[in-house]
């Protein structure tokens, strides 16, 4: 999948995150916020890190604003914001394959 | 060197005999003397203490760079006074250096951690340090670590000389011109004044701030006019609105209202439960809605309430009301209820200072003659260590309040909290900061089980006699972390911000400088 526009999911409210993505020419620019980043950021970079490449992105900047997200809502939060930047968030996603 | 709580107490705080932390009851039975303030002889009949300034008072009592001045929290989120103080001494007189010693710090205070980045403010002693105070103290911007008290443990120090207070600045509803002053009978009241008593015997200069002056004598009255210097009146010693919630507000939340009828049931299920039983709850929604659930016990089995003890709400003023408790054994008050409560039954609602409630350096506190006490958490560890000062993220933002007097001093002292709080983990491997040692702790009772405290046996059969079900701690821990993924662990540097006295005096444990994550 391509990052294809600006894009966001998720909310500011606690346990969540705002997931906010945007075209870059070339790599991924990864931002992270968190209001639990002393015990878990290392743990947001990588659950982040993961999502991507198993969405096959590789190339875009992508904004983390975290309030105590669990990693399932983290997930889910990124998976939402690229869908909706490539326009597959109201149909054809991709259940099953990427999202399980 | 490592302490009883396996806490590592840099060398460099252990002189002029001060001692790590040695495990409960350490300094029972040992002497010492009491400290003793300068007094000023008050002779000529004439006297009149009434100053028409705040600054006016604070020059008759000498104040100087480099004086500790302290202040009480009875008023809360509402008090005006402890910044209407330090601003006379910081921006009118020029002072610098100065120490001040509170019973607790909120938002209400935040100005100070303006003094603190200045550098005016060097020394913070307090319970409570939350808001922008505790984050500036966190950052390292105090001259000195901050001394962090229990409620047990200030008036314990006031009284062995470890901390002189050279002026105390005490916020009273009602004073006449003489300094019989109190919590009641103003236009903003705040109720008990427990917090104030230690102060205004032991500072070498007392100093009464009220906006209702009383005819004379303003009496009974916590604080008396022979401890007191001068009287100042003010237009408005706080905001009534915040002093206290119109009533503490009882939980709906499902989750919490599972919880205190789980601690109910504990306590129903042990030998201490039997009438003339004594209490103690916090004000944390599943703490204090153990009452509710309390209530039918007591009447099933026709059980009264001997005291309750410690900061009142509500309800249970409703419950004395109804016959079910004897007396009240008060020291703060937490909403407008209460503190009318107070005002109306001088007959069975008692205000009591804080050494009286919980010092462990006197002939008996009442926290030694309470057999239950139910308390909050921010974590608590697999050896039942509690901490209720530091967030998990390392930052000053809580009290140790009563939690460590009465654990200690109370028969079965139950901590209800839940299991994770978003991200946290509240059932952890290690608390970040020890403030109440594990030994002192029974029983956990969370949204996912409840643990008991392996060293309490007796209750561990209690509970299976009861068919109450319970698990190890372990088990909770392993559960939180499943639930919310293993923490790591925070880095320090070496600074040390904070000292966390023991309610004996002894060190328990250290706050360093947070090194916050950077990602790279």
């Known amino acids: 999948m391509e990052i294809q526009k600006t894009a966001m999911a998720g909310t500011l409210e606690s346990s969540d995150a705002q997931i906010t993505v945007e075209p870059a020419d ?75 | 060197m490592i302490n009883a709580v396996g806490r590592n107490i840099p060398d460099e705080l252990l002189q002029d005999g001060r001692e790590v932390y040695q495990g409960k009851y350490y300094m029972d039975g040992k002497c010492f003397k009491k400290a003793g303030p300068q007094v000023r002889r008050c002779e000529k009949p004439t006297e009149n203490k009434l100053c028409t300034t705040i600054r006016e008072a604070c020059e008759k009592c000498g104040a100087h760079d480099g004086m500790t001045v302290s202040f009480h929290h009875a008023l809360r989120n509402g008090d005006y006074v402890t910044s209407m103080v330090m601003e006379v001494l910081i921006e009118e ?34 319970s409570g340090v939350r808001g922008r105070i505790g984050e500036a103290i966190s950052a390292g911007k ?30 009273a509803s009602t004073s006449d011109y003489c300094g019989n002053a109190k919590g009641t009978g103003g236009k903003n009241n705040c109720g008990a004044m427990g917090y104030a008593v230690a102060d205004s015997h032991y500072a070498d200069h007392v100093v009464v701030v009220t906006d209702t002056l009383a005819d004379y004598p303003n009496i009974p009255a916590p604080i008396d006019c022979i401890d007191v210097d001068c009287v100042v009146v003010v237009d408005e010693i706080g905001d009534p609105s915040k002093i206290g919630t119109k009533e503490a507000r009882m ?17 129903a299920a042990t030998p201490y439960f039997k009438d003339g039983f004594s209490f103690q709850t916090g004000v944390g929604g599943p703490s204090l809605a153990v009452n509710r659930f309390l209530e039918s016990y007591m009447v099933e089995r026709n059980i009264k309430m001997g005291f309750a003890l410690g900061g009142m709400s509500g309800n249970i003023c409703a419950l004395q009301d109804k ?58 560890d697999t050896k039942f260590n509690v901490n209720v000062l530091t967030g998990s993220d390392g930052v000053l933002r809580g009290a140790p309040g009563g939690h460590p007097d009465t654990a200690e001093g109370s028969k079965v002292c139950i901590i209800v909290t839940p299991l994770v709080r978003g991200r946290m983990a509240t059932v952890c491997k290690d608390v970040v900061t020890v403030t109440t040692p594990g030994d002192t702790v029974d029983v956990l009772v969370t949204d996912y089980g409840i643990a008991v405290n392996p060293l309490r046996q007796d209750l561990i059969e209690c509970l299976n006699k009861a068919d109450i079900p319970h698990v190890s701690i372990e088990s909770l821990q392993e559960k939180a972390y499943s639930l919310v993924g293993t923490p790591d662990d925070l880095e320090w540097e070496n600074k040390v911000i904070a000292v966390l006295e023991a309610r004996d005096g002894t060190i328990l444990d250290v706050i360093r400088k947070i090194k916050p994550l950077v990602l790279e």
């Not at chain 2, 607790?104 to 002693?125: M, N, P, R």
């Not at chain 2, 001394?147 to 600045?169: C, K, N, T, V, Y």
């Not at chain 2, 939980?251 to 504990?266: G, H, I, Q, S």
């Not at chain 2, 050494?355 to 002939?363: H, L, Q």
């Open chain 1, 26 to 100: 070339s790599g991924i620019q990864l931002s992270i916020e968190s209001s639990v980043m002393n015990q878990y950021g290392r743990q947001i970079k990588k659950t982040a890190e993961e999502k991507l490449r198993e969405l096959g992105i590789t190339k875009g900047k992508v904004k983390v604003v975290d309030k105590g997200a669990l990693d399932c809502t983290l997930k889910a939060r990124i998976e939402a914001a690229v869908f909706r930047s490539c326009g597959v968030s109201q149909k054809n996603i991709p259940w099953g394959g990427v999202v399980r």
């Open chain 2, 93 to 126: 007189m020029g002072l610098k250096d100065l120490t001040v010693a509170t019973t607790s710090l909120g938002s209400a205070q935040d100005l100070l951690a303006d003094y603190i980045e200045q550098g005016k403010i060097i020394g913070i002693q307090s």
């Open chain 2, 142 to 171: 105090l001259r000195t670590p901050a001394i962090i008290r229990s409620h047990g443990g200030r008036p314990r120090a006031i009284e062995m000389g470890e901390l002189h207070i050279d002026i105390a600045f005490t916020a």
């Open chain 2, 251 to 267: 939980t709906e939340d499902p989750r919490d209202l599972m919880m205190a009828e789980n601690c109910a049931k504990v306590i």
């Open chain 2, 323 to 380: 016959g079910l408790v004897g007396k009240l054994l008060d020291t703060q008050d937490f909403d407008m209820v209460t503190i009318q409560h107070l005002a109306d039954h001088p007959d069975k609602h008692f205000e009591i200072s804080t050494s009286e409630y919980a010092s462990a350096a006197n002939k008996g506190a009442y926290v030694n003659h309470l057999d239950f006490v139910v308390l909050a958490a921010l974590e608590i």
